[in-house]
């Protein structure tokens, strides 16, 4: 079990959370497809918190590696990026025909590319145990977070609304914004 103490192994204690994670998303994804939305969002809620504790592990116990930030970004991509844009497009844009699907799916393409396109540049810019004290631009949990609100607020604000708001969290995540990192 001395391989859940190595940093370099790829399957110590914070990368096996981080797989959590991604076991998450990946259940939330099969269960959007039921049209199951309360399992998806516990599903996606848990792969949040897993997220929150794979840094949090290998900080503490010097777990980090670049193999732990790629995986950590392809778990953040599957639970932030592509689960919520999933999660809408069932929810809310399913009943679209013609040009509003052909303009909802063009904005949920927008999104994905957005969120990939952030956790790339993040990568790039990021050494593995560094933690900075803020982001620049909407980091991918909390820009699901926000889709979530806006899935909250369909009913009220229609399937526009909804695409509206996609569009600009969409660009928040490549902006210029300062987040602090909590």
């Known amino acids: 079990m001395q391989f859940l103490w190595r940093a370099t192994s790829h399957f110590n ?11 998450c998303g990946l259940l939330a994804t099969y269960f959007i497809t039921q049209n199951q939305f309360t399992i998806a969002v516990v599903l996606a809620w848990m792969g949040g918190a897993f997220d929150i504790f794979d840094g949090k592990i290998a900080r503490k116990y010097a777990l980090s590696n670049e193999f732990g930030v ?4 392809f778990a953040d ?3 932030f990026v592509l689960v919520p844009t999933f999660f809408i497009f069932q929810g809310v844009y399913t009943h ?7 303009i ?4 949920s393409i927008y999104y994905v590319i957005s969120g990939l396109r952030r956790l790339i540049q993040f990568n790039i810019n990021t050494d593995a145990g560094e933690v900075a004290k803020h982001f620049i631009g909407v980091p991918t949990p909390l820009g699901a977070i926000l889709l979530w609100i806006v899935w909250l607020g369909s009913g009220f604000i229609g399937w526009i609304g909804v695409l509206a708001l996609m569009i600009i969290i969409g660009a928040l995540l490549n902006s210029k914004v300062k987040i602090p990192h909590l």
């Open 70 to 73: 790629q995986l950590d970004s």
């Open 96 to 102: 679209l025909s013609g040009l509003p699907l052909i």
């Open 77 to 79: 991509f599957l639970s």
């Open 104 to 107: 909802t799916s063009i904005a």
């Open 13 to 23: 204690l914070a990368n096996l959370v981080t797989m959590a994670n991604i076991t």
